[in-house]
C-alpha cells in the first residue's frame, strides 16, 4: 500500500464537535414533541444538515415541509454556534503536523458547513489542509463518494493512494466507495459492528499507527 494523502473527516476526527450538534438538534426536535437520541445523529453524521433534519423528522413521523425544515436547520446552525466548545484534538493537531513534515498531502473532507469549521478551528489551523471539501462543495454527499473522489482529484493522487480517517459509517462508505483505506475511530460510536466497513478501528486518533501505514 502506497499512501500519498491522508483525507480526514471533520466531526469526531478533527474535533470533539458532536456532542454540540448533539445538543443543538435535540433542542430544535424538542419543539416537535421528538426525542433525539446521540446515536440517532451519529449515525447520520457526514451529510448536510438539511438531509440529516430530514431524515430525523421522517425516524421520528414528523411531517416537515421544506420550509419548516429549512427554518429548522438555521435554528439548529444558531444554537450550535451559540452553545458549542468544541476544540481541535491535540493529537489531530500532532497528526497533521507529521504528515505536513513528511510532505504528505491532507485534505479535510466533511458534510459540515464551513461556517461551522472555522469557529473551531481558527482560520490559520485550515491552512494546513492542502484542499477542503465541504457539504456545500459537491453535488453529492457522504455516503456517496463524490466527496472522497473530489478531494483525491484535487490532491492530483489515485483513490487508491488515500488513507481516510473517519468515525462515521456513512463516511466510511463513502471512502470504501472512493476505493480508498479507511481507518475508523470509536470516538461517537463505541459499537465495532457499525464501524466494520472500515479496513482498521481504534480507540481515537491517537492510537492510529500513522507511520507503520505510511512510512
Known amino acids: ?79 450550535y454556534n451559540q452553545i458549542t466548545q468544541a476544540m481541535v484534538y491535540p493529537a489531530s493537531r500532532k497528526l497533521i503536523e507529521l504528515l505536513k513534515k513528511n510532505a504528505i498531502r491532507i485534505a479535510l473532507v466533511t458534510g459540515a458547513i464551513r461556517q461551522n469549521i472555522e469557529p473551531v478551528t481558527g482560520k490559520e489551523f485550515l491552512t494546513n489542509f492542502d484542499a477542503i471539501i465541504t457539504g456545500n462543495d459537491v453535488a453529492n454527499t457522504k455516503p456517496h463518494p463524490e466527496p472522497y473522489l ?30 480508498m483505506y479507511c481507518v475508523a475511530l470509536k470516538t461517537t460510536i463505541k459499537d465495532e459492528t457499525q464501524l466494520q466497513e472500515a479496513d482498521m478501528i481504534f480507540e481515537d486518533i491517537a492510537e492510529v499507527p500513522i507511520e507503520k501505514l505510511l512510512f
Open 1 to 79: 500500500m502506497t499512501i500519498k494523502a491522508v483525507l480526514f473527516d471533520f466531526d469526531g476526527v478533527i474535533a470533539n464537535t458532536l456532542t454540540y450538534h448533539v445538543q443543538a438538534w435535540q433542542q430544535v426536535f424538542t419543539d416537535h414533541g421528538a426525542i433525539i437520541l446521540p446515536e440517532d445523529v451519529c449515525m447520520l453524521e457526514g451529510q448536510l444538515a438539511e438531509d440529516i433534519g430530514r431524515q430525523l423528522a421522517v425516524q421520528k413521523g414528523l411531517a416537515l415541509d421544506e420550509k419548516m425544515l429549512q427554518e429548522m436547520v438555521q435554528r439548529k446552525r444558531a444554537i
Open 150 to 179: 473530489t478531494a483525491a482529484q484535487k490532491l492530483s493522487v489515485q483513490p487508491n493512494e488515500c488513507l481516510v480517517i473517519e468515525n462515521a459509517p456513512l463516511g466510511i462508505r463513502a471512502a470504501k466507495l472512493a476505493g
